[in-house]
T-cell receptor, first 117, second 116 residues
Framework: AQKITQTQPGMFVQEKEAVTLDCTYD???????LFWYKQPSSGEMIFLIY??????QNATEGRYSLNFQKARKSANLVISASQLGDSAMYFC??????????????FGAGTRLFVKA | GAVVSQHPSWVICKSGTSVKIECRSL??????MFWYRQFPKQSLMLMAT?????????EQGVEKDKFLINHASLTLSTLTVTSAHPEDSSFYIC????????????FGPGTRLTVT
């Protein structure tokens, strides 16, 4: 069964430092996608980064990188050089195929990141 | 620019009334749209998958007679909350995908529903 776990309800980081947000997952489908989204207080979901299950390299997008450890079923988000504007809720999500033929995305509980000046 | 729009962005309705929320794909034809709800300070919960031209697939525990979904065209899906109650107050978010096999998913800005 699909499962996404984010064990850190809240994290603090000093401005300009790096921070890692944890995410573990479980699925029986060999083909899946892992996502990280940022949700500021405005509520919009902002796509940050994507990692495919067959991708050999860790995904990177600017200051965001995904530490993909397939054997451990973890997909941690690393934000380098934190900025005050990074303060937000961060969700890890996984999308995989369903027996019905469609795809389904589930979200973790989220981690609220606070960046301190 | 925005790929997905939702209307209205916020709505207040009285208990017992129905409210319709629209989700539009602006840039491409979306064969599949998803509806999520998010309670304050909680994660997104998938309510249903909406496929153009066919009935929506509801997640376990979601009342299909209460949350009516109509995917009338490749660019429009609507969610109607019927006989709304205060416990239906939530943030409703839709998302679209370009193709059935695509992992790309674009989210709308959300609709905040308050039932008084």
């Amino acid at each position: 069964a699909q499962k996404i776990t984010q064990t850190q309800p809240g994290m603090f980081v000093q401005e300009k430092e790096a921070v890692t947000l944890d995410c573990t997952y479980d699925t029986s489908d060999p083909s899946y996608g892992l996502f990280w989204y940022k949700q500021p207080s405005s509520g919009e979901m902002i796509f940050l980064i994507y990692q495919g299950s067959y991708d050999q390299q860790n995904a990177t997008e600017g200051r965001y990188s995904l530490n993909f450890q397939k054997a451990r079923k973890s997909a941690n988000l690393v934000i380098s050089a934190s900025q005050l504007g990074d303060s937000a809720m961060y969700f890890c999500a996984m999308r995989d195929a369903q027996l019905t033929g469609g795809f389904k995305t589930i979200f973790g509980a989220g981690t609220r990141l606070f960046v301190k000046a | 620019g925005a790929v997905v729009s939702q209307h209205p962005s916020w709505v207040i309705c009285k208990s017992g009334t129905s409210v319709k929320i629209e989700c539009r794909s602006l840039d491409f034809q979306a064969t599949t749209m998803f509806w999520y709800r998010q309670f304050p300070k909680q994660s997104l919960m998938l309510m249903a998958t909406s496929n153009e031209g066919s009935k929506a697939t509801y997640e376990q525990g979601v009342e299909k007679d209460k949350f009516l979904i109509n995917h009338a065209s490749l660019t429009l899906s609507t969610l109607t909350v019927t006989s709304a109650h205060p416990e239906d107050s939530s943030f409703y978010i839709c998302s679209v995908t370009k193709a059935v096999q695509s992992y790309e998913q674009y989210f709308g800005p959300g609709t905040r529903l308050t039932v008084t």
